[in-house]
Each structure stands twice: as C-alpha cells, then as structure tokens.
C-alpha cells in the first residue's frame, strides 16, 4: 500500500516495534474456568494476532475486588500467572510483544463474582448507572446485571490497591509479559476517582485536581518502580462517558495536569481513547495538542482508526502508536490485511463477551 508511517518501525521503551499498531485491550470472557484463568484457546486467540507491533491484552483484574465482569482472568493466583505464561510464550515465539492491561472495575461490579459476594468497592458510595457481567451461581451462567451499590475505600484500603496493582504488574513480568498497561480509563476504578461527580472524599484522594488524579499517580509511580518505567504505560479516557460518567467539568486542567505528571514519571507511553471517535482524528484539536505537547514519550491513540486514518494521524504528528480494537477481533490477520489493502471482515458483537470458539477462534484469514 501508500509508503506511510504505519508499517515504520518504533522504539517503545527497550522494546523494538516493527509496526506502529497495536491491539486495544479487548474483554472476551473466555477464561471460563475455577482459577479464572487463561486457557489453550487464548494462547492461540493471542498467538495468531502476533503481528501486531504491540498487543495489549484484555483487561486484567488485579485482585478478587477488582472483578466486574465474569470469566476475565486475573493475574493473582498462581495457575493465572501460568496461564498467562502460556500466552505470552506462544506470543513471543510468533514474534510478538505482549503488554498486560491492569484493572481494577470499582464500582462497575457485582457480589456474585466473588466468593464471598462481597459488593464492589469505589470512591464513594454512588451507584453506577451501569452493567457488569455477573455470574448466576446455580447455573454458572453469566448474565448482564445492574451494578451494585459499592462500599467506599477507606483511605488505607485506597493505598491497598495501589500494592494490589503493584503485585500483579510483578506477576505479569513473572508470567513473561514485555511490560504492563495502567487501566485508568473508561469509568472503571482510576476514573472514578478523578470523576468529581463520583468522588465525593474528604481524604487525599479526593476534593482538588490533585486529589482525585492521585491514585492514577501513586499507581504509576509504583508500579513503574516495581517493573521499571520502560515497562509501564497508562491509558486514559478523555471526554469519556462509558460506565455511567459524566464529562469532566475542566477537561483541559484534568488531562494536561495528568499528561505533565505522568511524563514526568516517565512512563513508556500515554494511551488515549476517544470513545466518540471524534476528536482524536483532529490533529487541530486542543486536548489532544495539548496532551501531546505535556507527555513527550509515545502516545498511543484508539477509537474508530482505520488504515487510512491511522496514516493520517500518524502523518500529522498527532500520536506515535495507533490503536486498533473491533477489527482484530474479526481480522486475526489485520496487519497484513491493512499492509497488502485487503478489506477487512466484519465483526459480530453478539459473541464479543459470550461464547467459547465461535466468534473467538473461527474468523478466517484471508488467505486461509
Ligand atoms: C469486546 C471489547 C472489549 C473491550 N475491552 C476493553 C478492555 O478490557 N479494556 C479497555 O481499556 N478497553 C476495552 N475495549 C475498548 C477497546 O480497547 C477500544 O478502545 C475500542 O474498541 C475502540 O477501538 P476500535 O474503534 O478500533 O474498536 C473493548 C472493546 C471491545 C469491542
């Protein structure tokens, strides 16, 4: 195809990416077993996506608390991290480079995930106007379901998490993945804080812009000590609405106080998701300037990017990485579909969340 950025090579961190895609982190519920674990049909599902310069798994649950959605393996037990061991070998022997997405659901959650049907903890007590997958004990079925009132942290417990993704960051570089990716996006646990309509704390996680943005920051500079900051990136949701939050009152201040304090950190990379699929195709738009101009190491963009789009932004100068989420799902092939231009299939959102090797393992490759 075009003679374009995409398919130049990038230095991420001590990592050398032959591509500028990645794989967005994608949720499939497939780990439908007692541990909770990573299974054969993942390490394949991973395996076939090598290609990708970067692949960012599915978001990961960093503890038992941090479930909110049934069959998403974790990265605390034993049998998750050999389960993970597995995928990140079958990665690395396809060529790949492999990232794990780090998350704590908060209040985006339900009892029934746990053992102990402990409800969901976040900021505050508030209820999310939201879903999250939970688990029908009788039939061990998982069914969509109103969140549940969550208990407020305590102002130790907040800093339990921070240890909580700290441990799990050392299990992922244990289980063999390349680094790890700070879910601070998409109204889960990290948004919620910063959401000054969810957060009403009196502590130090919450009242001012530093407050509310502390525990994306406390878990950076962890975790980047812990594994090393080459080996840590963040992703944030700017603008974003999912799992009931509402637009930041002062997007500029939030987003470029987090940008400047992140870079100052030194993580590897910023990861930007538009929900909208709007402004981040901009390359005029003033958040996405302005982020830019404050975190200097890699930024990463996702949300509605297409091979056309990706040369775009990439041409622009807007980002350095482009994110790809829906069309790898449908496309194990997509790299070399979008280098040769060789259309794309579509995805079936139906089996996004449900099922076991339909819509999982069965969409073809092009040349298959
Ligand atoms: C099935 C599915 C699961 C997802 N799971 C996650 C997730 O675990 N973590 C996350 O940060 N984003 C998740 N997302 C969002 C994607 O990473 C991505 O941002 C989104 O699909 C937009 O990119 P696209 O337009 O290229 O699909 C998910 C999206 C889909 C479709």
């Known amino acids: ?6 398919f130049s090579p990038f230095k991420l961190g001590a990592l050398a990416l032959p591509n500028r895609i990645a794989m967005a982190p994608m949720t499939r519920c497939r780990a439908a077993n007692p541990a909770i674990a990573p299974t054969p049909m993942m390490v394949e599902y991973y395996g076939l996506r090598a290609d990708a310069g970067l692949i960012v798994s599915e978001g990961v649950p960093v503890s038992p608390q941090a479930r909110g959605y049934a069959f998403t393996p974790g990265l605390y037990s034993t049998a998750q991290v050999a389960g993970w061991q597995a995928v990140t070998q079958e990665v690395h022997q396809q060529g790949g480079r492999i990232f794990a997405q780090l998350w704590h659901c908060g209040r985006i959650s339900h009892g029934s995930l746990r053992e102990d049907n402990a409800p969901p903890v976040g900021p505050s007590i508030l209820a999310a106007n939201g879903r999250s997958m939970a688990l029908d004990r009788a039939t061990g079925q998982p069914a969509f379901v109103t969140c549940e009132t969550p208990r407020a942290l305590s102002t130790a417990e907040v800093k339990g998490v921070v240890g909580e993704f ?3 960051a050392r ?9 790890v990716e700070i879910h601070g996006a998409n109204g889960y646990l990290l948004d919620q804080f910063r959401c000054p309509y969810v957060n009403d704390r009196h502590d130090e996680y919450g009242g001012s812009l530093e407050n509310r943005c502390r525990l994306h920051l406390d878990i950076a500079r962890e975790v980047a000590a812990a594994v090393g900051r080459e080996r840590t990136g963040i992703r944030l949701s700017p603008h974003g609405q999912a799992n009931d939050m509402r637009p930041d009152p002062e997007p500029m201040a939030t987003y470029g106080y987090l940008a400047e304090e992140l ?3 030194g993580l590897a990379y910023l990861h930007l998701y538009d929900q909208s699929t709007s402004w981040i195709h901009d390359a005029d738009d ?4 302005l982020i830019r101009a404050k975190f200097t190491n890699a930024l990463m ?3 509605g990017f297409d091979g056309a789009k990706a040369e775009a932004a990439l041409a622009a100068g807007s ?3 482009i994110a790809i989420g829906k069309p790898f799902i449908s496309n194990p092939d997509l790299v070399a579909r979008l280098r040769q231009g060789v259309e794309t299939a579509p995805w079936d959102s139906k089996t996004f969340y449900v099922g076991g090797h339909g ?4 969409y073809p490759s092009f040349s298959a």
Do not use: E, H, P
């Not at 299990?171 to 680094?179: C, Q, S, V």
């Open 1 to 6: 195809m075009s003679a374009g950025k995409l």
């Open 166 to 168: 700290v441990q799990a």
């Open 171 to 179: 299990n992922a570089i244990a289980a063999g993945f390349d680094g």
């Open 263 to 265: 870079q100052k950190l």
């Open 286 to 289: 003033a958040l996405l300037r």
């Open 301 to 303: 963009l996702c949300g």
């Open 319 to 321: 980002g350095d990485l």
């Open 359 to 362: 819509g999982y393992l069965d």
